[in-house]
């Protein structure tokens, strides 16, 4: 990794709703990303912190493209407010209103709104146990679990409990449980919501790689997803997570996600920090 950068590696740093990324630029060059530095840079006491980290790379048929990580070093399919906080920086950089992007997920589009906030259509969620997937065929509306949670795929698996009261679940107690539960193979987000109103849930979120974060773009669609299917609210809700508000809109084109988006700040990952990753 010093070899390829004698003199740092340029990020930055973003959030959406308490959401935080770090977001490294390599178009022009082949990504540079590896789990090795996702780890250290994800450490919170020794590297930067983030939820994810997000790579900007070239796309032949698109604006960009996206490759997302966990801080543990995993690899993410989809992260909702990041690819709201890069498509912000990248519609300023290409003087657009919108953009159209590659990830695992597919082709989205985001575009800017009037009152400064960012939207991106997540796509069609994954209602089929083997898309989500499952280890094994189940009704995703209600899962065999304790609690009947519902399962959701948007580019990541998800588990969503409906609760009394989100604000008194042990998040992280039973976060960490399901996320590994051996009925999602490749792990699993985690959300507990209540029903505030029609068009309003309250969301806590556990992410697989993660833990406890402040919002999940992703789990706020798949929430509202599956609070529409059960008939708790209708397709258009606010989403209110711990970092904020988030509006979701689940339209016959996909599922829109609306919400704040900031960049922090801008810093240089030291060549010293960067010897001997891979």
Not at 19 to 35: K, L, P, Q
Not at 88 to 106: D, F, H, I, N
């Amino acid at each position: 990794m010093i070899e390829l950068f004698p003199h740092g590696l340029p990020f930055m740093k973003m959030h959406g709703a308490g959401n935080d990324f770090v977001v490294i630029d390599s178009r022009g060059r082949g990504a540079v990303v590896t789990a090795a530095l996702a780890q250290a840079v994800g450490d919170r006491n020794r590297g930067v912190g983030f939820d994810q980290l997000a790579e900007i790379r070239d796309a032949a048929d698109a604006d960009f493209a996206l490759d997302f990580w966990n801080a543990d070093g995993s690899r993410a399919g989809a992260c909702g407010n990041a690819t709201r906080c890069v498509s912000a920086y990248m519609m300023q950089q290409l003087a657009q209103g919108a953009v159209e992007l590659m990830t695992q997920r597919g082709r989205l589009t985001a575009r800017r709104l009037s009152d400064g906030r960012v939207a991106v259509n997540m796509g069609h969620p994954q209602r089929d146990w083997r898309d989500i997937p499952l280890a094994e065929a189940q009704d995703t509306t209600r899962l065999t679990l304790p609690g009947a949670p519902a399962a959701v795929g948007m580019g990541n698996p998800h588990c969503v409990f409906f609760v009394d009261d989100a604000e008194a679940v042990d998040v992280s107690g039973q976060g960490a449980i399901y996320e590994r539960h051996n009925l999602f193979p490749q792990r699993t987000n985690v959300e507990f919501a209540s029903v505030l109103a029609p068009d309003r849930l309250r969301m806590r979120v556990w992410e697989r790689g993660a833990g406890i974060t402040l919002a999940c773009g992703s789990g706020a669609c798949a929430t509202a997803v599956a609070a529409a299917e059960r008939g708790l609210t209708g397709r258009k809700v606010d989403v209110v997570v711990d970092g904020g508000l988030l509006q979701i809109d689940w339209r016959e084109d996909g599922v829109w996600m609306s919400g704040p988006v900031a960049r922090v700040f801008d810093g240089v990952l030291r060549p010293d920090f960067l010897a001997g990753l891979e």
